[in-house]
């Protein structure tokens, strides 16, 4: 590696490292101006550092990233309650989404996993008509832009663990004529919904929603249990810098999915976009049932990791998933 990224990569990691040290003595991570200076700092620090290879780094700078990421996740969380319960106290909500200082994120963010799902979902001009959102928070926008901008006659299930959250969101649709109806909330830890995962074309997994690898995998092989053949997986990943915000997915472990695409946005939308599939019905060969795992016979590479299968070594099979 260059002397010069070699160079560039302590300065961030001591800025990291600084940064950590200061919101780890804070009393309390709920908004305030130097809780959102430091935030603001650590997103700028890391941004423009795409290439660095985060799996690479030490243990203890490892050990740091683990306990960043959960304060990340705790701000947070402790952001959009905050601004929840303003946006709840207007006749309608909906109006004044743009009192968040992310919102802006939030419409790129959607149009981006738009894009990417329209690209992926069906080769007919059908929308997906269930969508469920996992990890919908008090502030569900990503829910609430695809509804009132791409998605307008799907109906979207959110799941939050946080009976509090689900309050606070519904009261943000409730005063709208159409999302009151194609928005719904159920509390829940998704670890503990099973059949009626099977009823949605597409689920999205929020970022937050396992915040270690170990806890994102227990969840996604929970989906890949309950999710029909051949329905969407919409994950939140992480690349480079943006990996000490944010769990990274390793798409090598989708087991039961295929995965299609990953998308690593350059611009200030933080998260990476992974779309997969849902494994379709086993395929049948000369009488022999076999499961299409060519998951992990795929070559990615980085920034937009298109994945393309091999000519994997199946080639024959007759693929029922006609995005193959
Ligand atoms: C604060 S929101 C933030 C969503 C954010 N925009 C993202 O993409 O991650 C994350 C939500 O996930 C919820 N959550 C975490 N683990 C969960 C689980 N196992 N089942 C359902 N909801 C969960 C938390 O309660 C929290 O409200």
């Given at each position: 590696m260059e002397s010069l990224q070699v160079q560039e990569e302590s300065i961030l990691i001591e800025k990291v490292c600084q940064i950590y040290e200061k919101l780890s003595k804070l009393e309390t991570l709920k908004p305030s101006k130097d809780v959102d200076n430091l935030f603001t700092q650590l997103v700028h620090a890391c941004i423009p550092h795409s290439s660095i290879n985060i799996a690479n780094l030490p243990a203890n700078i490892q050990e740091i990233r683990s306990k960043l990421i959960r304060l990340c996740g705790q701000a947070e969380g402790l952001l959009e309650a905050h601004f929840s319960t303003i946006l709840g106290s207007f006749k309608n909500p909906l109006h004044h989404l743009n009192i968040f200082p992310y919102y802006s994120n939030y419409l790129k963010l959607g149009r981006l996993e738009y894009d990417i799902l329209n690209q992926h979902y069906s080769t007919t001009s059908e929308t997906p008509k269930r969508v469920a959102f996992v990890g919908s928070g008090p502030l569900p926008f990503t829910s609430i832009v695809l509804a009132s901008y791409h998605l307008k006659d799907t109906t979207f299930?959110?799941?939050?663990?946080?009976?509090?959250?689900?309050?606070?969101?519904?009261?943000?649709?409730?005063?709208?004529?159409?999302?009151?109806?194609?928005?719904?909330?159920?509390?829940?830890?998704?670890?503990?919904?099973?059949?009626?995962?099977?009823?949605?074309?597409?689920?999205?997994?929020?970022?937050?929603?396992?915040m270690n690898m170990d806890e994102k995998n227990k969840v996604i092989q929970h989906l890949a249990k309950y999710m029909a053949p051949g329905a969407i997986l919409m994950l939140r990943s992480a690349h480079g810098a943006r990996a000490f915000l944010y769990p990274v997915v390793d798409p090598n472990v989708l087991h039961g999915f295929n995965v299609l695409s990953i998308f690593h946005p350059e611009d200030d939308v933080i998260n990476s976009v992974m779309i997969s599939r849902k494994f379709v019905e086993p395929v049948n060969i000369d009488n022999n049932y076999l499961h299409l795992d060519i998951g992990s016979l795929m070559a990615s590479s980085c920034k937009y990791c298109d994945i393309?299968?091999?000519?994997?070594?199946?080639?024959?099979?007759?693929m029922i998933d006609e995005s193959m």
């Open positions: 299930h959110n799941y939050d663990i946080d009976s509090t959250a689900n309050s606070m969101a519904s009261r943000l649709v409730s005063a709208d004529q159409d999302l009151s109806k194609r928005m719904v909330f159920h509390t829940a830890d998704i670890m503990d919904v099973t059949d009626e995962l099977k009823d949605y074309d597409v689920i999205f997994l929020a970022a937050l929603v396992g393309q299968p091999f000519n994997h070594p199946l080639g024959h099979m007759k």
